[in-house]
């Protein structure tokens, strides 16, 4: 195969790098008022609003969890604590890498500047970037960008912040709403879809398709 040559490889933190476990924290929060499949459409719903809430204006990301909460708990007839939200965003520095993560990243940080795009504050994302022990060029914030992705203005950032272009980098994300969709719409066509579950392969948008970072090297041939 013809291996690929980004100046950078560039990745969405939590999902494809850290495993996200806003759902499973949601779960032991609302576990005294919703059960069963209840609970499960209310994590539905939660993923959903936290998507429909970053898709204007920046706000931190502690009111985006906040209310994608309360919008949640209104669909599903439960009353809402501020202790909820303060417990689900509390929870996010405390997740680990998925454990397929950190050798491969060690392996091409050697060769290939690793950079992060994370729908992340200033003050929070240090903490995961630590968990995953490569070294890392450049990490870019929506909180820095003033906008979270799928907002292109988030990867123009990213750009500036670089100072390359969408043909210099390989996006790496496990998601294709919050990162390949746009990626493809800005032009960048090197990116990997990491297959890990939560979204379905949609061939559309041009992407390399591994099953996890240990599938990483292989395309740009470390």
């Known amino acids: 195969m013809a291996y690929l040559k980004p100046k ?124 995953l022990e490569a070294p890392f060029h450049t990490v870019c914030t929506a909180q820095e960008a003033q906008a979270y992705k799928p907002r292109m203005k988030a990867f123009e950032f990213m750009f500036d912040t670089l100072g390359c272009g969408p043909q210099d980098v390989l996006h790496c994300s496990s998601s294709f709403r919050y990162d390949l969709m746009t990626a493809f719409d800005m032009g960048i066509t090197m990116k990997a879809f990491v297959n890990r579950g939560h979204e379905p392969l949609n061939p559309y948008y041009q992407v390399h398709e591994i099953p996890d970072i240990g599938g990483l090297p292989g395309l740009v041939g470390l």
């Open 8 to 131: 950078f490889i560039t990745f969405d933190c939590y999902g494809t790098l850290i495993n996200f476990e806003m759902a499973p924290v949601a779960r032991q929060v609302y576990a005294d008022r919703l059960a069963g499949e209840a609970l499960e459409a209310f994590c539905r719903d939660f993923s959903a609003y936290r998507l429909d809430a970053v898709l204007g204006a920046w706000r931190p990301y502690a009111q985006v969890v906040a209310e994608a909460l309360q919008r949640s708990c209104k669909k599903s007839g439960i009353d809402y604590r501020d202790s909820d939200g303060e417990a689900l965003y509390a929870a996010v520095p405390t997740w680990k890498p998925h454990p397929d993560v950190v050798a491969p990243l060690k392996r091409i940080a050697g060769e290939i500047p690793l950079v992060i795009l994370s729908n992340s504050m200033v003050d929070l994302i240090p903490h995961s970037v630590e968990k």
